[in-house]
């Protein structure tokens, strides 16, 4: 065989005295399988923690002040607020927005000392633990956390958690504006909402019967 570069597709003759550099793949071998990193394994315990409603974040704040000013940075490590998108439809538009997935809770992971929880417990803003025993908090299992914390895996795309169905502000009979579409300008009345597909039907009067049009969320705008 001479050195001259063949194209992929041109036919090649090998002599059979010819030695072939073969590279061998062992199927045997054991692929390395990523392995997902559990919030539950990183140092400490999680815990739930009550707060007044709407205080999450003020609550954050000021336990990060103590944490900074007191030096617990090796004992509260992390704090976590679950947030889930949620796409809405607001004057006829379509908007995706933060929303707590558990309104006036926080997940905060910390050592297992009573102390630490007095000062996680006397923040202000919290109105205590959720658990058995208010000097000793009850600590959340694995599979607890890992629904609200999904594993992480490294290399592999996690699929995204289901949502919600999105929120709007439309309801039956409701009147309602046609914003784009043949029938813009058109009013009517919503008699039908189908909110998997994000859709509506609407009764609009044309050429003096009601008939039914169906539209987008984002087409229509409550009068």
């Not at 974040?57 to 007191?70: H, M, P």
């Amino acid at each position: 065989m001479n050195d001259t570069q063949l194209n992929e597709h041109d036919d090649v003759e090998v002599d059979d005295n010819e030695i072939l550099d073969v590279t061998i793949i062992d199927e045997d071998a054991e692929a390395e399988e990523p392995v997902a990193e559990s919030a539950y394994d990183r140092p400490g315990r999680w815990y739930i923690v009550h707060t007044f409603a709407g205080h999450e974040k003020k609550v954050i704040g000021a336990l990060n002040n103590i944490i900074k000013s007191r030096e617990l940075g090796e004992a509260i490590y992390e704090i976590y607020l679950p947030e889930e998108d949620v796409t809405e439809f607001k004057s006829g538009k379509k908007v995706t927005v933060a929303k707590r997935m558990f309104p006036s809770y926080l997940l905060i992971r910390c050592e297992p000392d009573p102390e630490i929880f007095y000062v996680i417990g006397s923040t202000p803003g919290v109105t205590g633990f959720v658990g058995a025993e208010k000097t000793r908090p009850t600590a959340l299992t694995r599979r607890e956390v890992d629904n609200i914390i999904r594993p992480q895996v490294e290399g592999v795309e996690v699929p995204a958690a289901k949502r919600r169905l999105p929120t709007h502000e439309f309801e039956i009979n409701d009147t309602v504006q046609i914003k784009s579409g043949p029938f813009a300008t058109f009013s009517g009345h919503v008699a039908e909402i189908n909110e998997d597909q994000l859709k509506v039907k609407v009764l609009v009067d044309i050429f003096g019967r009601e008939t039914p049009v169906e539209l987008d969320f984002t087409q229509i705008t409550k009068l």
